[in-house]
């Protein structure tokens, strides 16, 4: 594992066995990303590079735009997703594809809760991931799926995974308990596109087994790594 610090960023590198593996980038809470990675490499013997990105300002650069708070205690977003999507390319992944082998044959993009958020919104701002995983992913956002039925994604992902907790929608607060009706909404219509998509749920609330349910997720999305997508920066 190698340790980086880019624009702010900490990102925790795994680097793969051999040349032009996959790579998949993973954003973090906190230093969830070696757990992450070992309960991926339990599940799949599929060669890949691993990213786990930490050190992000949640409620901002993974909010797509700007809402208040949705409940009395919360902080509300503010909608960085745009302004942090450019230094992912343009700083953060340069620095990563320079230490691991080859060009990668795909790049996966992957997140938990508003990190899910934010995998899906990116492929409607660039073509760059072919791969997207969203554990419990934030599709209660508000507006999102009008967003999505009103845009065309930059380039359709070659797989999706979406998994979501059976317990995610009980919730007290109003808006959270549309995430399981908006997810299965997005399922649909993502698989009514042709596009090769996976809805799994998962027995718990939103916080019970974070890091295995995002394991699940990436190994499903690298199961069948044959890609030849190019990529650029």
């Known amino acids: 594992m190698e340790h980086l610090e880019v624009v702010g960023k900490s990102v925790q590198l795994f680097p793969s066995r051999g040349d032009h593996a996959p790579l998949v980038l993973l954003h973090t809470v906190g230093a969830e990303g070696g757990e992450v990675y070992q309960a991926v490499r339990r599940r799949t013997d599929r060669d890949f590079s691993f990213a786990a990105i930490g050190g992000i300002d949640w409620d901002d650069e993974m ?5 208040p708070p949705i409940s009395k205690n919360d902080t509300p977003c503010t909608g960085g997703a745009d302004i942090y999507l450019g230094k992912l390319i343009h700083d953060v992944l340069p620095e990563i594809l320079q230490r691991i082998s080859g060009a990668p044959r795909y790049i996966a993009l992957t997140g ?6 934010f ?18 992913g934030s599709f209660w956002f508000p507006d ?90």
């Open 112 to 117: 938990y809760s508003l990190a899910g958020l």
């Open 144 to 233: 999102f799926l009008r967003y999505v039925q009103e845009n065309k994604p930059k380039r359709l992902p070659d797989r999706m995974y979406l998994s979501l907790g059976d317990r995610e929608a009980n919730s007290r607060n109003r808006i959270l308990q549309s995430v399981e009706e908006n997810t299965r909404w997005l399922h649909n219509w993502y698989r009514g596109m042709g596009m090769e998509t996976i809805l799994e749920m998962n027995q718990g609330n939103h916080f019970q087994n974070a890091a295995g349910r995002m394991a699940k997720g990436i190994a499903w999305v690298i199961h069948d790594d044959n890609g030849t997508n190019e990529i650029s920066t």
């Open 63 to 67: 909010s797509p735009w700007a809402i």
């Open 119 to 136: 995998a899906v919104y990116a492929m409607y701002q660039t073509d760059l991931f072919s791969r997207i995983a969203s554990a419990s």
